[in-house]
């Protein structure tokens, strides 16, 4: 599990590797991710957009930005948490991701807050030593 607060925003990320929609011999991996959004502070806010960046093992870097998450621009009052689950396909076995959401206070300002980078990875490779 990986956790990062911004501005008592509490963002948790679970990453779960999917083999069976996963394929070593076509260079095709999958992972789902689910991530918990928590409001730890004392002012609604609303998760207005997000961006992330993703990094497979040799480099090759994918930005990706939109509106809302899963289709929604989830308003979290004080104590309220959303959960969604969404996934990630890589051409190699491991990778990276982070980024960040757009939110906007109450009073109308707009800040991002952070989602942890977390690690893709593929538990079934066996590491090799060089």
Do not use: C
Not at 16 to 37: K, M, V
Not at 88 to 98: C, D, K, N
Not at 112 to 118: A, G, H, R, S
């Amino acid at each position: 599990m990986y956790q990062a607060t911004t501005k008592s925003i509490l963002v948790t990320v679970e990453p779960q590797y999917l083999p069976e929609r996963s394929s070593e011999e076509t260079s095709s991996f999958f992972w789902a991710y689910t991530i918990e959004i928590s409001n730890q502070g004392e002012e609604p806010v609303q998760i207005v957009s997000r961006r992330w960046v993703i990094v497979d093992a040799i480099g090759r870097e994918e930005i990706v930005e939109g509106m809302g998450v899963v289709g929604e621009q989830p308003l979290l009052a004080p104590g309220q948490s959303f959960e969604y689950t969404s996934g990630v396909p890589l051409s190699t076995s491991t990778g990276i991701m982070s980024g960040t959401y757009q939110v906007e206070a109450q009073d109308g300002h707009s800040f991002d807050i952070e989602i942890p980078t977390f690690s893709l990875d593929n538990p079934h490779l066996k590491p090799t030593l060089n």
